[in-house]
Structure formats: structure tokens, C-alpha cells
């Protein structure tokens, strides 16, 4: 698993003036003036965060994956997809997805029906101006909460990249009881998630290798608990 972990280059951090104090005790040295994991201990705490994400499926909880870089949407999205389609925001967190979650439960009711209303060809009825306003408002609302439509309740866990850049959704976590698994990179306050795993954060790859872990993890669990429940 070190070895996978090395040829994705997880074992990059940032420069030693930008480390959060948190991450120091896993830090194995500099490399051109770059901090390096110790990927032994990283291996550590990917297994404990695995083992943490394979309890919340085995419970039959949904995990929310998260993660608005560029370069880690398409992870988030293929991660979110292998964990049996799990909800997901690749792309912009919106205030109040877990905080004030009955409200945006209702937007994503409206997204819904609209799109009932279009299957069902019950747009006919609108001018072909009220029928272009609608396709609008379906295609903003599908970019905003298409991707936790599936979410009808709180989530059992937030696997999220980068925990500094996605502070709002690691917050709202905290504020409402959600356990936070995190990707997170030297720059990243760790205390503040209940399962972090330090690690290059910024890297396609690198990030892919880790939510791919976790999604397996959720999937496996997932997969195992009716068959453990017919018995």
C-alpha cells in the first residue's frame, strides 16, 4: 500500500512554512524545500478511516463526498459513483447544505418535480417563454443539487479533499454532528476532522487513490450488510 501510495505521490506536502502545526507528527523530512509524509503513518490512518467508512455503510448511512478543486471533482464523482451512488458536491459547497438542510431539501423537491413535470410532458401547458424560464431554473438547480438529491437525511460521514479550502462544509459537519474523514495536506488544521488522512491533497491522482480506497471501503460494507441480515 506504501508503495501504491509513493507512485501517486502522496507523500508531498507543502513548504515547511506553510504546515499547520497538526501535521507535524507525520512529517518524515524536506525534499527541495518541500515537507514529505511518512506514508507509514499515513497508511495508519487511511486503514482507521477506512475501517470508520465501512461502519457507517454497515449501518446503512449514506457518506457525502466532497471536494470543489479542479483537479478532484472527477474523483469525487467517480468515488461518489463506486460507493453506489452516495451523494456528492464536486464543485461549489452551498451554505446550508447540512446546517439548514430542511430548506434545501425543499429545492431539491422543486428540482424533482420539475423534472416529473418534463418526463411527463406537463410543460406543454406553459408558453414556450415560461417552458425556457423552467429549463433555466432545472439546469441551475441540477448544478447546484444534483448531486445530493439522493441525500433524504444527514449523512453518516463527510469524506472530503482538503479540509482547508472546504472549511464551510467541514464546519457545518461539526456544528451538526456529521464525522468527517479528510484527505488533508500539511496546510491543513486536522483537529478540526475526526479521521484525517495526511496526504497530497492537490494531486489528481493522489487524490483519487485515497477517495478510491474510501469508496471501496463504504461499498464492500455496504454490499456485506443484507446478506449478514438474512441470517
Request: glycine share 6%.
Amino acid at each position: 500500500m506504501v508503495d501504491a501510495m509513493f507512485k501517486v505521490g502522496a507523500h508531498f506536502g507543502l513548504s515547511k512554512s506553510r504546515r499547520h502545526p497538526s501535521t507535524k507528527p507525520y512529517i518524515f523530512g524536506t525534499k527541495n524545500k518541500i515537507e514529505i509524509f511518512d506514508l507509514e503513518k499515513t497508511n495508519e490512518a487511511l486503514e482507521k478511516a477506512k475501517a470508520f467508512v465501512a461502519s457507517v455503510a454497515a449501518a446503512g448511512k449514506q457518506a457525502l463526498f466532497v471536494g470543489g478543486k479542479s483537479e478532484v471533482i472527477a474523483a469525487v464523482k467517480a468515488a461518489a459513483a463506486k460507493a453506489g451512488q452516495q451523494p456528492m458536491v464536486a464543485g461549489r459547497w452551498i451554505g446550508g447544505t447540512l446546517t439548514n438542510f430542511g430548506q434545501i431539501r425543499k429545492r431539491i423537491e422543486k428540482y424533482e418535480n420539475r423534472l416529473k413535470e418534463k418526463e411527463k410532458g406537463e410543460l406543454a401547458k406553459y408558453t414556450k417563454k415560461e417552458r425556457l424560464l423552467i429549463d433555466r431554473e432545472v439546469a441551475k438547480l441540477e448544478t447546484l443539487f444534483g448531486g445530493i438529491v439522493s441525500m433524504r437525511e444527514k449523512p453518516g460521514v463527510l469524506i472530503v479533499v482538503d479540509p482547508k479550502k472546504e472549511y464551510i462544509a467541514v464546519e457545518e459537519a461539526r456544528q451538526t454532528g456529521v464525522p468527517v474523514v479528510a484527505i488533508a495536506s500539511s496546510d491543513c488544521d486536522i483537529s478540526l476532522v475526526d479521521h484525517a488522512v495526511p496526504a497530497n491533497d492537490s494531486s489528481a491522482a493522489s487524490s483519487a487513490f485515497f477517495l478510491d480506497e474510501l469508496a471501496r471501503a463504504y461499498a464492500e460494507a455496504k454490499v456485506l450488510k443484507p446478506e449478514t441480515s438474512t441470517k
